[in-house]
C-alpha cells in the first residue's frame, strides 16, 4: 500500500466514525421509541440532509472498502499491483452504485 493511500484509508475511516456513530444512535433511539422501519423511511423520505448525510457515508465507505479490497488482493491472492489496483477500482464502483441506489432509492433526490 502506498503512503497516498494509506493516508486516503485513515481519512475515510477519520470521516465515518462519526457517521456510523450517528448513524447507530439513531436507529438506537428510533427503534426504542417504537418506530418500524417503515415509519423511520416515512419520516426521513425526501430529506436533502439525510440524503447527504448517507451519500458522504457511501463514498467514504466505498473509497476505505476498495482500498482494503486491494491490499487484500495483492498481499492475499498474490495480484500484481496493477490487477489488485483494478480489483479495488471495480469493487469501489460497485459499491458506491449499490449505496447510491439505495440513498436516491430512499430519499428521491
Same mark, same amino acid.
Given at each position: 500500500m502506498t503512503p497516498r493511500l494509506y493516508l486516503l484509508q485513515r481519512g475515510t475511516a477519520f470521516v465515518m466514525v462519526p457517521l456510523v456513530i450517528t448513524h447507530l444512535v439513531v436507529i438506537m433511539i428510533a427503534v426504542h421509541?417504537?418506530?418500524?422501519?417503515?415509519?423511520?423511511?416515512?419520516r426521513t423520505r425526501g430529506s436533502a440532509a439525510w440524503a447527504?448525510?448517507?451519500s458522504v457515508f457511501v463514498f467514504?465507505?466505498?473509497i476505505h472498502a476498495g $482500498?482494503?479490497?486491494?491490499?487484500?488482493?495483492?498481499?492475499?491472492?498474490? !495480484? +500484481?499491483q *496493477? %490487477?489488485?489496483? $483494478?480489483?479495488g477500482h471495480i469493487f469501489i464502483l460497485f459499491l458506491l452504485? !449499490? +449505496?447510491? *441506489? %439505495?440513498?436516491?432509492g430512499v430519499y428521491g433526490l
Open positions: 421509541g417504537g418506530l418500524s422501519a417503515e415509519e423511520i423511511l416515512a447527504i448525510f448517507y467514504a465507505a466505498s $482500498i482494503g479490497m486491494q491490499a487484500i488482493a495483492h498481499e492475499w491472492f498474490g !495480484l +500484481g *496493477r %490487477a489488485a489496483a $483494478i480489483a452504485s !449499490l +449505496g447510491l *441506489r %439505495a440513498v436516491f
